[in-house]
C-alpha cells in the first residue's frame, strides 16, 4: 500500500482555500443523521466537538477524566502563536509557516504547515470571542511577547496558564453543546479498541472505569484526539493518566504509526529530587528570556556544590560557564528546546551538574534583578517562582534555580493525511495525536496552535468531505465485529487480573521509562538502542508473566486502567527504539551520536531520509512494516540549522 | 519522617465506608502529598491489599482533578492543590487524617474518589458565550481597558476542584458559580447573554443541591488559587438585577 497524503495540487497559499472548495459538503439537512466519535476532550477533541456539533452533526465525546476541563491541554503554560502581525513586526503567515518548517527540521509537509500559519489567525479570533482573557496592553489591545526563540513577537498568552484559558474557551463551547443535546458526554470512560467494518472504522469499544462495564459505540467517523505517548518515559511533563492506549489499538486495527521516534525534551523543568519522583514539572520557557544558564567550569568546584561545602553565589564570574552563551553568541540562553537540552546533558555527563544527583544546571536571575528589580522580574515570572519554590523548597530570587530536561511533547504519532484521516477510513486523529504539523521539533507555543487549527478549523472542512461520500445509511453496533472485539478486550482484562504476580505495574513502567530515558532519550546509538529493543522485549515478557493487578473489572480499579496504558507502552517502546535505529541521521528531537557536525550539531541527511517513516502493525511479537512518504519541498530551500 | 494516616474507606456509593489506619515510613520531605500516597498504594499492593483510590492527573496544580480533605482543610494546610502539597509541610511522627470533599452534590465515588459532574452542569447551564466557530469579529475589534481583562482573569484562573464547597459548612458552589459568571459579566463578550446567564446558572447550581452562602468566606480563604470573595458579591448582583428585568427562567 502506498500511503497517499492527498497534498491538494498548485501553489502552496492556494492549497487550502482550493482543497475546501473542491471537498464534497453534507447537507445541511443530512448532518443531523451522522453521529460522530470524538475520544479525548482537550483542545482538539472539544474544539472539535464543540465545532461539529454546532454544524448539525451528532456527536458522542469520551474522555478517561472526570471532567472534560481535565485533558492536559489545561497545563500549557507560555502561549499560542498566530500570524497576527498585530506588532508590526515583520510577521506573516509565510514568516510562520517558514519558521515552523525550519524549526521542525524540515520533517514537516510544506502544505499542513502552510495551512497551520494560515489558519492560526482565526483561532485567536475565536477564543476572544468565547471570552479567552488573553493579555492585553493598557490601551485595551492584545498583548503578544516573543518566545522560544523567534524573531517575532507573535505569542499571544494569558499569564502562565494560556492553556487553561483556551481550554476553558473550547470546553464552554462543548458544553454549551452538551446543552443543546447536540453532544454526549462519557467522561470516566476509556477507549479500548476501535471497530472497523469493510476496511471503515465504525465505533469503539469502551470501559466505563466507575463499573467495568464494557460498551460498544457506533458512529459514521472516529476522531482520536487522544494526545501523546510522553508518558512512555515514565516521567514527563504529562499528565499522570496522559497514555497512548487509543492510539495504540487505533494502530494495531492498522493505522500508521509515523515518526514514533521524535520526542521533544523540554530543557527547563524542576530537576528529579529522588526515585519517588511522579512526574517532572516544567518551568515556561519563557524564563530564559531573563534567566541565565551556567554550571561551575570544573568538575573540582561542581562536587564542591553537591557535596554543600560552598553555595552558588559564592562561585565568582569567573569560574561559571555560561555554555550557552559561549557556544551560540547570537542566540546565548534562547537557543530552540532540542539544542538547549543537549547541551544541559553535555555538560553534566562532564561532571558538572549542580544537584545531588548531578543531573542539574543553573537558571540563574541575578542579573536580571540587578539590572531591572525584583519587582520587575515579580512581575514577570511571579507564579512561576512561587511553584517553584513550592516544589523545591528554595527562593529563586535568592539563589539560582536548578533546571534538567525533560520529556515534554511526543512530535510522532498516528500518521494522517491532509484531511487528518489515518490510513484506515473514517478513522481520524488531531492535535497531538497526529504527527503532522512538527516535524522532527516542535517550536514554543505551536502545540496550542495546532490543536486548536485541526479541531476549529480543519476537521469541520474534511470530515465532510468523508461523509458525503459515505451515505446516510444509519449505523449500529450489532455487526459481529462489535461483539468480537468486546470479547478481545473482555479476554484482555481477565488475562492482566489473572496472572496475579509479584510486582505492581509502577515498578514495570518506571523500568520502561528508565531504558527509553538512557537510550532512546537526548541523545541516542546505534549500540544503545539496539540494547533497549532487547532490555524492552525481556520486560514485556516479564510483565505478562509477573504483574500483579489486584481487585476486579466490576469497579473503579486505577492499576487495572494503569496496566492496561503500560501494556500498551511497553509495545510502543520498542516501536521507538526501532524507528530511531532505522533513522541513520540527527534532526530536531532525534539525535544521533553517531551522526553530528565537527561542531557537535544535528546533522541531517536529507538524500536519504527526507520522509515520513510510517509503521505498520503486522501482528503480535512480529516485527512492524515500514512504508516511506517522501516530502517533497517546493517552497522552502534546506539548510543546516544553525544558531551560532 | 513516619507517619500515621488515618485514611477513609469506602468500597463504593453503597457501602457505609470509614477510617483505615495506615504506618508509613520513609517518607521524605521532597516528596508531594500524592507522592507519599503512592508510597503507601505501593505498600499496599506487595501486600495485596486494595490500593488507596484518589483523584489526579496532572500533578501540577492546575487541572483540578485533585481532591482531598487533609487534617481537616480541603486541600491540606497550605493554599495549595494537594499535589502541589509537600511533605516538608508536616513533621516527623504526624498522623494525617484524609477524607474524600463531602457534599451531598459530590456523592463519593470510592474511597477518596466524589463525582463532581455537578459542576459540569452548573456550566452547561450558561456559563459560556453562545458563539459557533467561525464568523466572528477580528480579536483587536474590542479593545478591552487591561483592567478589566486582569480582574476577569483573576476569576477564570478557578480550576474546578470544588474545594470552596468542601471549605463551606453549607456546601455552597457559590464562589465556583460566581467565578464564571464574574468573568463572562466584565467582558464584553459576555454582554448579550449577561442577565440569562445568571439566572440559568444559579438555577442550576440550587438544583443539583448545593447549600446557600452564608459569607463565612471559607471558599475563598480554602480556594488553592485565590477566587476573591467579590466575585460572590457581583454574582449577587447580576442575579438581582436579572431577576427584576429579565423575562427568562
Request: charged share 25%; hydrophobic share 35%.
Amino acid at each position: 500500500m502506498i500511503l497517499d497524503s492527498k497534498l491538494p495540487a498548485g501553489p502552496l497559499a492556494e492549497k487550502w482555500t482550493k482543497h475546501k472548495f473542491t471537498s464534497k459538503l453534507v447537507n445541511p439537512a443530512n448532518k443531523r443523521k451522522y453521529t460522530v466519535i470524538v475520544v479525548g476532550t482537550g483542545l482538539a477533541g472539544a474544539s472539535a466537538a464543540a465545532s461539529l456539533a454546532e454544524l448539525g452533526y451528532n456527536v458522542k465525546a469520551f474522555c478517561f477524566q472526570d471532567s472534560p476541563r481535565r485533558a492536559h491541554s489545561i497545563a500549557a503554560q507560555g502561549g499560542i502563536n498566530a500570524a497576527k502581525n498585530y506588532q508590526n513586526d515583520g510577521d506573516s503567515v509565510y514568516r510562520l509557516f517558514y519558521d515552523t518548517i525550519k524549526g521542525g527540521d524540515y520533517r514537516a509537509r510544506e502544505a499542513n504547515v502552510y495551512r497551520l500559519a494560515e489558519v492560526s489567525v482565526n483561532i485567536i479570533d475565536q477564543c476572544v470571542a468565547q471570552g479567552v482573557p488573553f493579555a492585553r496592553e493598557y490601551g485595551g489591545l492584545l498583548a503578544n511577547r516573543s518566545f522560544g526563540g523567534a524573531q517575532v513577537s507573535r505569542t499571544f498568552y494569558a499569564r502562565g496558564q494560556t492553556g487553561q484559558q483556551l481550554l476553558l474557551g473550547a470546553y464552554s463551547a462543548l458544553s454549551r453543546q452538551v446543552a443543546n443535546g447536540k453532544v454526549k458526554l462519557f467522561p470516566r470512560t476509556e477507549m479500548m479498541d476501535v471497530v472497523t467494518v469493510d476496511g471503515h472504522a465504525r465505533g469503539i469499544v469502551t470501559r466505563n472505569l466507575i463499573t467495568g462495564a464494557i460498551e460498544t459505540h457506533a458512529a459514521h467517523a472516529v476522531l482520536l484526539c487522544t494526545g501523546g505517548y510522553g508518558n512512555v518515559f515514565f516521567l514527563s511533563t504529562n499528565a499522570m493518566g496522559s497514555n497512548v492506549t487509543a492510539a495504540w489499538r487505533a494502530h494495531k486495527k492498522g493505522a500508521h504509526f509515523a515518526n514514533p521516534c521524535y520526542t521533544q525534551i523540554h530543557p527547563t523543568c524542576i530537576p528529579v529530587s529522588g526515585d519517588h519522583q511522579s512526574k517532572l514539572t516544567l518551568m515556561s520557557e519563557s524564563l530564559r528570556n531573563d534567566g541565565r544558564v551556567w554550571v561551575p567550569k570544573t568538575v573540582e568546584i561542581a562536587e564542591k556544590l553537591r557535596k554543600g561545602e560552598i553555595r552558588p553565589r559564592d562561585i565568582q564570574e569567573e569560574d561559571r560557564d555560561y555554555y550557552l552563551e559561549r557556544k551560540y553568541p547570537s542566540f546565548g540562553n534562547l537557543v530552540p528546546r532540542d539544542v538547549a537540552s543537549r547541551n544541559a546533558k553535555y555538560v553534566c555527563d562532564e561532571g558538572r551538574g549542580v544537584n545531588e544527583t548531578g543531573e542539574a544546571v543553573f537558571l540563574d536571575f541575578r542579573d536580571a534583578i540587578n539590572r531591572d528589580s525584583e519587582d520587575t522580574i515579580r512581575a514577570r515570572y511571579g507564579n512561576l517562582f512561587d511553584m517553584y519554590q513550592q516544589i523545591t523548597g528554595e527562593n529563586p530570587y535568592q539563589t539560582p534555580m536548578k533546571i534538567y530536561p525533560a520529556v515534554h511533547y511526543t512530535m510522532g504519532g498516528l500518521w494522517v493525511d491532509y484531511n487528518l484521516m489515518t490510513s484506515v477510513p473514517g478513522l481520524y486523529a488531531l492535535g497531538e495525536a497526529n504527527f503532522s504539523d512538527h516535524g522532527a521539533n516542535r517550536l514554543g507555543a505551536s502545540a496550542l496552535m495546532q490543536g486548536l487549527a485541526d479541531g476549529y478549523f480543519v476537521i469541520p472542512y474534511t470530515l465532510g468531505d468523508y461523509l458525503a461520500g459515505l451515505g446516510t445509511k444509519p449505523v449500529d453496533t450489532n455487526h459481529p465485529e462489535f461483539e468480537k472485539s468486546v470479547q478481545e478486550v473482555k479476554a484482555k482484562i481477565s488475562k492482566l487480573l489473572g496472572i496475579k504476580g509479584t510486582k505492581s505495574v509502577d515498578y514495570f513502567h518506571k523500568k520502561l521509562g528508565k531504558i527509553m530515558w538512557n537510550d532512546c532519550g537526548m541523545a541516542r546509538t546505534a549500540e544503545g538502542l539496539t540494547r533497549a529493543k532487547g532490555e524492552i522485549k525481556a520486560l514485556r515478557a516479564e510483565f505478562w508473566k509477573d504483574v500483579k493487578v489486584l481487585g476486579e473489572n466490576e469497579e473503579l480499579n486505577q492499576s487495572l486502567e494503569k496496566a492496561h496504558r503500560v501494556a500498551d507502552f511497553l509495545e510502543l517502546g520498542e516501536l521507538m527504539v526501532d524507528d530511531a535505529l532505522n533513522r541513520n541521521e540527527s534532526c530536531g528531537g532525534h539525535f544521533r551520536e553517531e551522526y553530528q557536525t565537527p561542531e557537535g550539531e544535528a546533522l541531517r541527511d536529507d538524500e536519504n531520509f527526507a520522509y515520513v517513516a510510517a509503521w505498520k502493525y503486522q501482528g503480535d511479537e512480529q516485527e512492524e512494516l515500514l512504508e516511506k512518504e517522501p516530502l517533497v519541498f517546493e517552497n522552502v530551500k534546506l539548510t543546516q540549522r544553525s544558531y551560532k | 519522617m513516619k507517619l500515621t494516616l488515618k485514611v477513609w474507606r469506602q468500597k463504593n456509593n453503597a457501602d457505609k465506608g470509614g477510617f483505615v489506619s495506615y504506618p508509613l515510613d520513609g517518607i521524605s520531605t521532597d516528596m508531594s502529598f500524592l507522592e507519599m500516597l503512592d508510597v503507601l498504594n505501593e505498600e499496599l499492593t506487595e501486600k495485596g491489599e486494595d490500593p488507596v483510590h484518589f483523584d489526579h492527573d496532572c500533578r501540577e496544580g492546575i487541572c483540578g482533578m485533585c481532591s482531598l480533605y487533609i487534617n481537616g482543610k480541603p486541600h491540606g494546610p497550605q493554599q495549595t492543590t494537594t499535589c502541589q502539597l509537600h511533605m516538608r509541610s508536616f513533621k516527623d511522627g504526624d498522623t494525617i487524617t484524609i477524607e474524600p470533599w463531602r457534599a451531598a452534590a459530590f456523592p463519593v465515588v470510592k474511597d477518596l474518589v466524589v463525582d463532581r459532574a455537578s459542576f459540569d452542569r452548573i456550566i452547561q447551564a450558561g456559563g459560556y458565550v453562545s458563539v459557533n466557530t467561525g464568523g466572528v469579529p477580528d480579536a483587536n475589534e474590542i479593545p478591552i481597558p487591561k483592567t478589566i481583562a486582569d480582574e476577569a482573569f483573576d476569576a477564570a484562573t478557578c480550576i474546578g476542584c470544588g474545594a470552596c464547597v468542601a471549605a463551606c459548612k453549607n456546601a455552597s458552589a457559590m464562589l465556583f458559580t460566581s467565578a464564571k459568571i464574574s468573568q463572562l459579566a466584565m467582558l464584553p463578550q459576555g454582554q448579550v447573554e449577561r442577565k440569562e446567564r445568571a439566572e440559568k446558572m444559579i438555577a442550576q447550581m440550587d438544583a443539583e443541591g448545593f447549600g446557600a452562602c452564608t459569607n463565612t468566606g471559607a471558599c475563598s480563604a480554602e480556594c488553592p488559587k485565590g477566587i476573591s470573595l467579590t466575585n460572590i458579591a457581583r454574582m449577587n448582583r447580576e442575579y438581582f438585577s436579572a431577576v427584576l428585568s429579565s423575562e427568562n427562567v
